[in-house]
Every structure is written in C-alpha cells, then in structure tokens.
C-alpha cells in the first residue's frame, strides 16, 4: 500500500496543492495535475534536459527530481515565460534564429538560457555551449541554439537599459 501526502507550492506564480505519493517526480505531478506539458519526459535519466523545470531558481531534471521535494518551494516552468501578449526574449530568439527542428527539446533548452543569462548576461561561445551542455537536441540545431542565446542576450541588454 502506497502512502499519499499533499504539497504545497508556488506553480509559475501560484500557490499550489497536489497529492502525491512518494515515487512521484516533478514531471508527472506537473502535467498530470496542472496540465503542464512543457517539462516532459524522454530519457528518464536526466541526461537530456527535455524535463527541465527551475525549482527556487535553479534548473532541475523534473524526470529526477521528487515531487515532495518541492513542498514549500517555487517552481517555474517554461509555460511562465510568456504572457498571452508577448514571448520573453528567450523564446523570440529561438524562433528568429531558427533554434529548434522538431521542438522537444527547446523548453527545457529555453528554460536553461534563461538561467544562463540571468547569470551570465553576456555570455561567449564556449560559456553557452558548456552551459548548455547537459541539454540534447536529436535534431541538431545546435548552431541556432548559440545564435538564439547571442540574440536573447542582446535583447536582453536593449530591453533592461544596458549600453551596448
């Protein structure tokens, strides 16, 4: 017999319950209870980034990560990025530069830039792609990838009064 429990958090925003057992992971209580598809599942070893969700503001394998841990936490998603207005820079630039074929892997990729500029504001080639690196792409688009965090970067600076 398997024990269940609730938690509370903040959801992109929101304060949250869901019921749990303690074998859940962060990927399924999201979607299955808040119907958020963003974070999904595809190796299930957190080796490919595709369930990528930031959790008190750093990024975490939602596919690794138990649910319970999140008790009292804040988590975000790639579906808080945007408002029904407007994309956030991140995710204008990936589409401008093209930074996505089949588009599986991009919010987990999207998530983490947004994490790498919020840390690194200006950041090179190799900074990107080390940072980066724990993310997979099947499709290759690994070039448009670096360009579309070089753009968001630069948005980025327009957007927030930095000189250029």
């Given at each position: 017999?398997?024990?269940?429990?609730?938690?509370?958090?903040?959801?992109?925003?929101?304060?949250?319950?869901?019921?749990?057992?303690?074998?859940?992971?962060?990927?399924?209580?999201?979607?299955?209870?808040?119907?958020?598809?963003g974070?999904?599942?595809?190796?299930?070893?957190?080796?490919?980034?595709?369930?990528?969700?930031?959790?008190?503001?750093?990024?975490?394998?939602?596919?690794?990560?138990?649910?319970?841990?999140?008790?009292?936490?804040?988590?975000?998603?790639?579906?808080?990025?945007?408002t029904?207005?407007?994309?956030?820079?991140?995710?204008?630039?990936?589409?401008?530069?093209?930074?996505?074929?089949?588009?599986?892997?991009?919010?987990?990729?999207?998530?983490?830039?947004?994490?790498?500029?919020?840390?690194?504001?200006?950041?090179?080639?190799d900074?990107?792609?080390?940072?980066?690196?724990?993310?997979?792409?099947?499709?290759?688009?690994?070039?448009?990838?670096?360009?579309?965090?070089?753009?968001?970067?630069?948005?980025?600076?327009v957007?927030?009064?930095?000189?250029?």
């Open positions: 017999m398997s024990t269940t429990r609730t938690i509370s958090f903040t959801l992109n925003g929101d304060q949250v319950t869901a019921e749990i057992k303690p074998h859940h992971n962060l990927v399924e209580v999201l979607q299955r209870d808040f119907n958020l598809m974070a999904r599942e595809s190796c299930g070893q957190g080796m490919c980034g595709c369930c990528t969700v930031l959790v008190d503001g750093t990024a975490v394998s939602g596919c690794l990560y138990l649910a319970a841990f999140v008790d009292g936490a804040e988590v975000a998603t790639v579906e808080s990025l945007s029904r207005e407007r994309l956030s820079e991140v995710q204008e630039a990936f589409i401008e530069a093209g930074a996505f074929q089949c588009g599986f892997c991009t919010p987990g990729f999207v998530l983490m830039t947004e994490q790498l500029l919020d840390r690194h504001p200006d950041p090179d080639d900074t990107i792609r080390h940072y980066l690196v724990g993310n997979l792409c099947r499709c290759a688009a690994y070039p448009e990838i670096v360009q579309a965090v070089k753009i968001a970067a630069r948005r980025r600076k957007e927030r009064g930095a000189v250029m």
